[in-house]
């Protein structure tokens, strides 16, 4: 009985280095990921170099792949920049919402990345959300522009004054943020957005107007990492309320009893009757539905949100 | 009967020369193959190269307030990736069409040449070309930072590794040009090969993006993309290379390692095809 044919033994040879040879290219490759050269921070957050003008003009017609590629590119420098303040953030910012840790983001770039991307694709409506959420913490002005500039472009989207209606909210201007809830109003037959305006105008600073504006938020938006910041935010302002509630009911056992109390337990049937939610072992539950902690000191008694709560801190 | 007599006599003749060595079968097509490149003046890439350069650096240096040897190096290495790209592209897919659209292929494999021998000469000799060609750039470049830089420039220590690195890509560009053109058509191959090279550049990002996804399925697709084609970013330094940062010896290294195993993978592949190719 004969071996393989030398034309045999040759194939074999080959397909087994094709084989080897993917498999030292794929080992490899874990070293040089790790190994490469990476510039120094200032150097590697430089923005694009191209304007937003010539770039149109270089996407030959594929202007909306172009901004996809460059909206793909903000989200990695968004998320590098997060993921390196998690780092080196201290144990109690950590449960902080992640999009409010944004501070590190150079706004040159992020400023650089928005306007490629809006004047590539003027319709990219997902661009105009991040932003309005995203860059008010870095740049404020830079946010108000690239609002207009979508409003410009899209007149048509009632959504995208409500965005800059946050955006004037945030900054305490409340008359301006009835403005643009006015502005929006007129292009909605939703009767909510005038309801905003006249609540903005009435008391801008009310917790209730912060709610409303979290709440439509919420249901509104489109990008998903816009969605859960607004719910961080919604859980936040529930969880302020409910920490409003609980003092109120330990400044009444303490008017009664003349002490703090000993436990969550003493409170049970008054943290009920305030309207919280109570575990059956005692404690009262935050929104994310980890106990509250009871702060008890010589000074007297407090709540306090949990270490392990996601409840963001603010 | 006479001329039965002449054809036994110079067969015997044939039979009495030595066959040469596998080795000296492909050094000899190699040298052919470099030999024609050079008749095909493939090499006057350089002059446009120097024009290029010449013009980069007294205009772009002179406009770029004191950034002219970043710019330049950008600008060189910049040109050098591209101009050796679409040499290993173009004359890497002509290298095999040629010889078949010639019929000289049938003369060659008359001889006593393997096809895997041929591929491998045809692929030595357009990297020796390659190689003449990155290191005529590099000169280039290097004399044009020492004149602007009016003594030795500090970006010189990063100039040449990456230089190397970039020589590296191209000789995974001309296996990836021989694969291609050992079982497709001229346009294909070329198609395939500029393909593989812009995709390879995004490599490195789509395993980026990667982790952006919530799907199981697309992330593991995007990974398994990742290490199917040659991540060729790898070779890529130009950036640091302008901001004075040398890519260290250990990376030098991997990225060697790593191009020897994309090279020897590339052309096993291409060997294996040209086997079976049917010429007729």
């Known amino acids: 009985m004969s071996g393989p044919s030398p034309a045999g033994r040759r194939s074999l040879a080959l397909a087994l280095t094709v084989v080897l040879g993917l498999a030292a290219s794929a080992a490899t490759a874990r070293v040089l990921d790790t190994g490469r050269p990476s510039l120094p921070a200032a150097l590697a957050d430089e923005a694009p170099a191209l304007s937003p003008e010539a770039a149109r003009r ?48 150079d706004p040159k770039v992020l400023v650089r990345y928005f306007e490629l991307i809006t004047t590539l694709d003027p319709r990219f409506m997902a661009v105009y959300e991040f932003g309005a959420v995203v860059l008010p913490a870095v740049d404020v002005p830079a946010a108000v522009t690239l609002l207009e500039k979508g409003i410009q472009a899209n007149p048509d989207q009632w959504y995208l004054h409500q965005q800059l209606a946050y955006i004037s909210w945030q900054r305490g201007d409340y008359l301006a943020a009835a403005d643009a809830f006015r502005r929006g109003a007129r292009m909605t037959t939703a009767a909510w957005m005038e309801h905003m305006a006249e609540r903005m105008e009435r008391q801008g600073d009310d917790p209730h107007v912060a709610r409303a504006m979290y709440t439509r938020m919420y249901e509104q938006a489109q990008d998903d990492q816009v969605k859960q910041w607004a719910l961080k935010r919604l859980m936040e302002l529930r969880s302020l309320q409910e920490r409003a509630a609980i003092r109120g009911v330990l400044s009444g056992f303490v008017t009664a009893h003349g002490r703090c109390p000993g436990a969550w337990s003493d409170l049970t049937a008054a943290l009920r009757t305030a309207g919280l939610t109570v575990d059956p072992q005692g404690p009262p539950l935050d929104p994310s539905g980890t106990p509250y902690v009871l702060v008890v000191s010589p000074l007297g008694c407090d709540v306090s949100l949990h270490r392990s709560s996601t409840v963001p801190r603010g | 009967m006479l001329a039965t007599t002449d054809t036994s006599s110079a067969a015997t003749v044939a039979a009495a020369r030595p066959r040469p060595s596998s080795r000296r079968r492909v050094v000899a097509i190699a040298r052919n193959t470099f030999r024609e490149a050079v008749r095909d003046r493939v090499l006057y890439n350089l002059v446009l190269f120097v024009l290029l350069l010449s013009v980069g650096a007294v205009f772009l240096g002179a406009a770029s307030a004191s950034q002219d040897a970043k710019i330049i190096v950008d600008f060189g290495l ?107 058509s001229s346009i294909f191959a070329v198609f395939g090969s500029l393909a593989v090279f812009v995709i390879g550049h995004f490599t490195a990002d789509l395993k980026g993006f990667a982790s952006l996804l919530d799907v199981p399925a697309a992330r593991a697709a995007l990974v398994a993309i990742y290490y199917v084609l040659p991540n060729l970013s790898t070779f890529s330094l130009i950036t640091p290379a302008a901001h004075g940062i040398a890519p260290p010896a250990a990376y030098l290294l991997a990225a060697l390692v790593y191009a020897i195993a994309w090279d020897a993978t590339l052309l096993a592949a291409a060997a294996l095809l040209f086997a079976r190719r049917d010429f007729r």
């Open chain 1, 58 to 105: 270089l996407s030959l017609g594929f202007g909306g792949l172009a901004a996809d590629w460059y909206w793909l590119s903000a989200l990695q420098y968004v998320g590098r920049k997060i993921e390196a303040q998690t780092q080196v953030a201290l144990p109690e910012s950590t449960a902080a919402v992640e999009l409010d840790r944004i501070k590190a983001v």
């Open chain 2, 78 to 184: 910049g040109a050098m990736l591209l101009f050796g790209a679409f040499i290993a592209i173009f004359v890497g897919v002509g290298l095999v069409w040629k010889e078949i659209e010639r019929r000289t292929l049938y003369a060659i494999f008359a001889k006593p040449v393997g096809r895997g021998e041929f591929l491998l000469g045809k692929y030595l000799g357009l990297c020796v070309t390659l190689a003449l060609n990155v290191a005529v750039m590099g000169a280039g470049v290097t004399l044009v930072l020492v004149y602007v830089a009016r003594g030795t420039p500090p970006l010189l220590a990063a100039l040449w590794p990456t230089v190397g690195l970039i020589y590296l890509e191209l000789t995974i560009l001309t296996a990836v040009a021989l694969l291609f053109s050992a079982f497709s």
